[in-house]
């Protein structure tokens, strides 16, 4: 890859951050995201395939990075459910909540992109993706629990997606009213002190 071609790229990128952030990716225009970067129409397309290729380009490297940080929390915490320790279930899920959180104000703008700025591409349900998967595997979690003899109530579909969205929609509001970072932090521990309370109360452990 050449400078030259690197350089428009990284530029195509940054233009397009800020007009995606400013009008939304269905308002913004592959023209004008050309003329801001000072490349012609044709040349983008030996960058990007259209624009969602060059929204994904943006928010891709995050949400992958989102998913790793949620799959090893995922594994951490079917490690203690395998132990005598659940009470420690609450604080890992805590620990996890502001690992996210301070991964989100490092990359503060591609979260703006993905919750506030997506629709009409696929990453519109991103947030509805992430709470599908934490129902999923927290019902494992259960069933687990369950396997090894811990009393535990069990919620319907809808019981579990309810009161992980609230969970989940809780902590997007950090970027949806962009909040400063010490305070998000802040909130944070007043989340995980309410639900942790909730899940105990509502799970009966």
């Not at 891709?60 to 929390?73: C, F, G, M, R």
């Amino acid at each position: 890859m050449s400078r030259d071609f690197q350089q428009t790229h990284e530029n195509l990128l940054v233009c397009a951050k800020k007009h995606f952030l400013e009008f939304g990716f269905e308002r913004a225009s592959i023209r004008e995201i050309c003329k801001d970067a000072h490349v012609t129409n044709g040349a983008f397309y030996n960058h990007f395939a259209d624009k969602e290729a060059l929204f994904g380009a943006l928010v891709d490297p995050v949400v992958l990075a989102v998913s790793k940080i949620y799959s090893d929390s995922v594994e951490k915490h079917f490690e203690m459910a395998r132990t005598d320790e659940l009470k420690q279930l609450w604080k890992l899920s805590e620990e996890t909540i502001l690992e996210i959180i301070e991964y989100i104000y490092t990359h503060f703008d591609v979260f703006q992109l993905l919750l506030m700025c997506s629709d009409g591409t696929k990453y519109a349900d991103f947030l509805d993706n992430m709470v599908r998967a934490e129902v999923r595997e927290t019902r494992k979690l259960v069933d687990e629990l369950k396997a090894r003899g811990v009393p535990i109530h069990d919620l319907e579909e809808d019981e579990w997606h309810m009161l992980i969205h609230s969970y989940y929609s809780s902590i997007a509001e950090v970027v949806m009213h962009n909040y400063p970072m010490p305070a998000a932090l802040k909130y944070a521990h007043t989340l995980a002190a309410f639900f942790s309370s909730g899940w105990q109360t509502v799970l009966g452990i």
